[in-house]
């Protein structure tokens, strides 16, 4: 069921009434479903919270990559982001994700080098690795966001600002 708080810019989470943590996820105009493992007392019908954040971050590298090497005009004909995520005990930040990153394509070293590095400066890597914050409110659904558009203008930035801070014209 649509709400008409759904925009593309916001994720609105609702419990389905279905097992102990099933939630259906309305985003970007498509819904899926959010669960824990059954061996957590979910239903496993859907990824937990971090594999959805590791998502993210997945995606946001993948396209990041794709819009750096289309720009570059490198043969890049494939890429491929998987991210994990474990919680670390002791020290600071708790929290790891490990990202593994592949690509296909008649690339040099040196091209595959410089997309690993691109690969840190993507919105999301950013947003994980700074001080984000969360403001949290009570009875409303529609949080104010910067715009539909505002990650790909992320990316757009990045790459304009990168042509001179980042140096991406080497």
């Known amino acids: 069921m649509s709400d ?3 925009k593309l810019d916001q994720a609105i989470g609702r419990e389905t009434g279905e097992g102990r943590f099933q939630v259906v996820i309305s985003s970007g105009g498509v819904q899926f479903f959010a669960d824990e ?12 919270p971090y594999q959805l954040l ?6 946001c590298t993948t396209m990041t990559l794709r819009l750096y090497a289309d720009q570059k005009g490198w043969p890049v004909e494939d890429i491929r982001t998987a991210v994990g995520h474990r919680r670390e005990q002791g020290g600071k930040p708790t ?3 490990i990202r593994h990153i592949t690509f296909s ?3 040099t070293e040196e091209q595959r080098a410089r997309l690993l590095e691109i690969a840190d400066r ?4 950013r947003t994980l690795t700074a001080s984000a914050r969360v403001e949290t409110k009570a009875d409303e ?6 715009g539909e558009d505002a990650h790909m203008a992320d990316m757009e930035a ?9 140096d991406f014209t080497d």
């Open 37 to 48: 493992p059954t061996s957590a007392g979910g239903l496993g019908s859907g990824p937990n």
């Open 105 to 107: 394509g008649d690339l």
């Open 141 to 146: 659904l529609a949080p104010t966001c910067d």
């Open 122 to 125: 993507c919105p999301v890597h």
């Open 4 to 6: 008409a708080n759904d």
């Open 158 to 166: 990045l790459i304009s600002v990168g042509r001179r801070s980042f």
């Open 54 to 59: 590791g998502s993210a971050l997945a995606a």
């Open 95 to 97: 929290d790891l994700f």
